[in-house]
């Protein structure tokens, strides 16, 4: 089964908890504190497999959780990282945070990773909170949680000429007739249910990847049909081949068919208009096909796709192929200098990088349930009570002179907290105390 389209989650690992430790050995009078860093979290990493076509196996596996670190241990002994976990893609995978939409990445080429769950670091040891004031601390800090998010993963597979057409204009049989793959054939509408994919193979070593998408009808773009989940592929190719069946017995206008197709790329994504197109007339082998080829050349030199290449082609005797592959080799070619030059500016202009100040994002916000609980939220404040140790008295005394510096205790007295409410910053509850 082809699947193109899969939300999983991942969750980095934790990283270890820092120990609360002092050394107590025979001639060391003063031996302080000796506890040691936890180690940091695993990563989730997704990397680009070539070998690997379709999204299907993650439709029984789409949790993915790395370890987390060890904690330290005494004698300034530092925890173990954890290994980061690899999670196999399909090269040409899309990556996107589920629940914003946002776009994380783009793996296009093999073995290409990509971190979507970074591990948290470790929490430090009682060994790194000694001062002249405080020469054995009993401080250590709770390893920092690891990310975790939902991902959509979106595969565009990695052509380089797109095959688009009406149904049973004859896009299965061309690519069976030019490479070696063996779609689906048969004389019915939707018989390509799923992406075909094949290489093409020149005699002057001008190879390139050929794929035949599921035919679009009227309103494609809109989800008629299958096109619309299929269209997405077409943006990753370089130079599209617009197949048009000359058959007369057909029951359709060429022409109409032609521009209802251009319609329906213009509609999911207008740069696809702009991508190099040859039209390629098909079933020229038809009686009555010449005649039609002939109406059909005339209104399109009367359009304003008058300047694309016409190369009609028979998948049957095989007239055509082999001049229309020449020229798509042709045209490949020059699209993907002028992609390789637009790349080398792109990457002179990305060389200079402008900084736009710190973030005006509120450090956390201050609001009350109907229960009266003073629910305190924000990134570094709910972290920040997550990687305290609540076992240890000195650990709880920092915490409240780390709320204090952030402004928390004044901002919960213009709340209207009194003694005794109940704050809760993620999952730490407490009584405000004045």
Same mark, same amino acid.
């Given at each position: 089964?082809?699947?193109?389209?899969?939300?999983?989650?991942?969750?980095?690992?934790?990283?270890?908890?820092?120990?609360?430790?002092?050394?107590?050995?025979?001639?060391?009078?003063?031996?302080?504190?000796?506890?040691?860093?936890?180690?940091?979290?695993?990563?989730?990493i997704?990397?680009?497999?070539?070998?690997?076509?379709?999204?299907?196996?993650?439709?029984?596996?789409?949790?993915?959780?790395?370890?987390?670190?060890?904690?330290?241990?005494?004698?300034?002994?530092y925890?173990?990282?954890?290994?980061?976990?690899?999670?196999?893609?399909?090269?040409?995978?899309?990556?996107?945070?589920?629940?914003?939409?946002?776009?994380l990445? =783009?793996?296009?080429?093999?073995?290409?990773?990509?971190?979507?769950?970074?591990?948290?670091?470790?929490?430090?040891?009682?060994?790194?909170?000694?001062?002249?004031?405080?020469?054995?601390?009993?401080?250590?800090?709770?390893?920092?949680?690891?990310?975790?998010?939902?991902?959509?993963?979106?595969? $565009?597979?990695?052509?380089?000429?797109?095959?688009?057409?009406?149904?049973?204009?004859?896009k299965?049989?061309?690519?069976?007739?030019?490479?070696? +793959?063996?779609?689906?054939?048969?004389?019915?509408?939707?018989?390509?249910?799923?992406?075909?994919?094949?290489?093409? $193979?020149?005699?002057?070593?001008?190879?390139?990847?050929?794929?035949?998408?599921?035919?679009?009808? +009227?309103?494609?773009? *809109?989800?008629?049909?299958?096109?619309?989940?299929?269209?997405?592929?077409?943006?990753?190719?370089?130079?599209?081949?617009?197949?048009?069946?000359?058959?007369?017995?057909?029951?359709?206008?060429?022409?109409?068919?032609?521009?209802?197709?251009?319609?329906?790329?213009?509609?999911?994504?207008?740069?696809?208009?702009?991508?190099?197109?040859?039209?390629?007339?098909?079933?020229?082998?038809?009686?009555?096909?010449?005649?039609?080829?002939?109406?059909?050349?005339?209104?399109?030199?009367?359009?304003?796709?008058?300047?694309?290449?016409?190369?009609p082609?028979s998948?049957? &005797?095989?007239?055509?192929?082999?001049?229309?592959?020449?020229?798509?080799?042709?045209?490949?070619?020059?699209?993907?200098?002028? *992609?390789?030059?637009?790349?080398?500016?792109?990457?002179?202009?990305?060389?200079?990088?402008?900084?736009?100040?710190?973030?005006?994002?509120?450090?956390?916000?201050?609001?009350?349930?109907?229960?009266?609980?003073?629910?305190v939220?924000?990134?570094?404040?709910?972290?920040?009570?997550?990687?305290?140790?609540?076992?240890?008295?000195?650990?709880?005394?920092?915490?409240?002179?780390?709320?204090?510096?952030?402004?928390?205790? =004044?901002?919960? $007295?213009?709340?209207?907290?009194?003694?005794?409410?109940t704050?809760?910053?993620?999952?730490? &509850?407490?009584?405000?105390?004045?």
């Amino acid at each position: 089964m082809f699947v193109d389209t899969v939300t999983i989650n991942v969750k980095a690992g934790k990283g270890g908890d820092g120990a609360v430790a002092f050394r107590h050995e025979k001639f060391v009078p003063f031996g302080g504190p000796a506890g040691g860093d936890g180690g940091r979290g695993g990563d989730v990493i997704l990397i680009a497999d070539e070998g690997s076509r379709t999204l299907m196996d993650f439709r029984y596996q789409n949790h993915f959780k790395a370890k987390p670190g060890q904690n330290g241990m005494i004698k300034a002994m530092y925890g173990r990282g954890s290994d980061p976990v690899y999670v196999k893609v399909p090269a040409g995978t899309v990556v996107y945070d589920a629940d914003t939409g946002e776009e994380l990445g =783009d793996l296009t080429h093999d073995k290409q990773t990509l971190i979507v769950a970074k591990g948290g670091r470790g929490g430090r040891g009682n060994i790194h909170f000694k001062s002249a004031k405080n020469t054995a601390p009993e401080i250590a800090e709770n390893g920092e949680p690891g990310q975790e998010l939902r991902i959509r993963l979106e595969l $565009r597979l990695l052509a380089d000429v797109g095959l688009v057409g009406y149904p049973s204009v004859g896009k299965s049989t061309f690519l069976s007739v030019v490479t070696k +793959a063996k779609p689906k054939i048969a004389a019915y509408q939707f018989t390509t249910l799923t992406p075909n994919l094949g290489m093409v $193979r020149l005699e002057d070593g001008n190879d390139f990847v050929l794929a035949d998408l599921p035919g679009l009808i +009227a309103g494609a773009a *809109d989800g008629v049909g299958l096109g619309f989940q299929f269209l997405r592929h077409v943006e990753r190719t370089r130079v599209i081949l617009h197949l048009v069946d000359m058959d007369p017995d057909n029951g359709r206008e060429p022409f109409d068919d032609f521009q209802q197709i251009l319609h329906e790329l213009g509609t999911y994504d207008e740069k696809l208009l702009h991508r190099p197109q040859i039209v390629v007339p098909t079933k020229i082998e038809i009686p009555g096909a010449a005649e039609r080829l002939a109406d059909f050349k005339k209104a399109l030199a009367d359009s304003a796709w008058a300047d694309l290449p016409v190369m009609p082609v028979s998948n049957v &005797t095989h007239a055509g192929v082999q001049p229309l592959l020449h020229k798509t080799a042709e045209l490949l070619q020059a699209v993907v200098a002028a *992609d390789a030059e637009k790349e080398a500016e792109r990457a002179a202009e990305t060389k200079t990088k402008t900084y736009t100040g710190p973030s005006q994002k509120p450090a956390f916000t201050v609001t009350r349930d109907e229960d009266g609980v003073f629910i305190v939220t924000g990134e570094r404040i709910e972290k920040l009570a997550k990687m305290t140790n609540l076992n240890h008295q000195d650990s709880l005394v920092r915490f409240d002179r780390q709320l204090h510096g952030m402004g928390v205790n =004044d901002a919960l $007295r213009e709340a209207g907290a009194r003694d005794g409410d109940t704050v809760m910053i993620g999952d730490l &509850t407490f009584d405000f105390v004045e």
